[in-house]
């Protein structure tokens, strides 16, 4: 089988892009693409998500990607159990207020800086672009 050159594989994509950036130049200036940063975004105007983008289906999608990890609790609860001992319910109790105050600091931060962005949003806000990636 042979491979095709680069070249004939990025020119589709190539024309594509030209014939978007030429009827972005007719559509005005607010449809042309603007780098957004978190420097920029937050020296423009207030920051506001904007409202009944995201369906019940989404959301709920969206709460079991940030739940599925605590998943491992099944997996790890033998082992958990093995070495803390008698002590395991409050090493439970101890990581739930930790749980709740890291819960508490996300929503703080929300508060001051509502970004669909999460902690990455947080981090590049602080540390610039290259610390926040490099954290998150």
Do not use: W
Request: charged fraction near 15%; charge should be positive.
């Amino acid at each position: 089988m042979e491979i095709p050159a680069i070249d004939a594989v990025r020119q589709p994509f190539v024309k594509l892009r030209n014939r978007l950036r030429r009827t972005g130049d007719q559509a005005g200036p607010l449809s042309r693409e603007v780098p957004v940063t978190a420097e920029t975004a937050s020296n423009t105007a207030p920051a506001r998500l904007r409202r009944n983008v995201l369906d019940l289906p989404q959301v709920v999608f969206q709460g079991i990607t940030h739940i599925a990890p605590s998943i491992n609790i099944v997996f790890t609860f033998p082992i958990i159990a093995l070495k803390a001992g008698p002590a395991m319910p409050i090493s439970f109790f101890l990581t739930t207020i930790v749980c709740f105050f890291i819960g508490n600091t996300v929503s703080q931060f929300s508060k001051y800086m509502p970004s669909s962005g999460g902690y990455y949003s947080f981090a590049t806000r602080g540390l610039g672009d290259r610390g926040g990636f490099m954290t998150t």
